[in-house]
Nanobody, 123 residues
Framework: QVQLVESGGGSVHIGGSLRLSCSAA????????MGWFRQAPGKGREGVAI????????FVADSLKGRFTISLDRTKNMVNLQLTSLTPEDSAMYYC????????????????WGKGTQVTVSS
């Protein structure tokens, strides 16, 4: 059974760090594009970072480069997202996604989603 389950969210102070993890049971990293997206209250969904199949290419949203890093743990079939130098603008629900046949910051219907993990950054 395929399933995406996020963990690692929480409340941190400005400048803090978090490591989000996505357990990707049943998904192949050789055929799926894995990624992280986020959505803040009242805002649209935003692409954070994506990994092409086999991690051939990695893309992080321009505004987040240098602070966020996506990686794979093949032994545990997990997709991790390291968040550093956090600001209140990073507060959002963070979602793990698996795309089939595409790899984009605007995923289409061929995408599976986890339920999300909340990140809250405060002073």
């Amino acid at each position: 059974q395929v399933q995406l389950v996020e963990s690692g969210g929480g409340s941190v102070h400005i400048g803090g760090s978090l490591r989000l993890s996505c357990s990707a049971a049943g998904y192949s990293f050789t055929t799926n594009c894995m990624g992280w997206f986020r959505q803040a209250p009242g805002k649209g969904r935003e692409g954070v970072a994506i990994l092409y199949p086999n991690a051939e290419y990695t893309f992080v949203a321009d505004s987040l480069k240098g602070r966020f890093t996506i990686s794979l743990d093949r032994t545990k079939n997990m997709v991790n997202l390291q968040l550093t130098s956090l600001t209140p603008e990073d507060s959002a629900m963070y979602y793990c996604a698996a795309q089939r046949r595409t790899c984009t910051f605007s995923p289409k219907d061929n995408t599976d989603w986890g339920k999300g993990t909340q990140v809250t950054v405060s002073s």
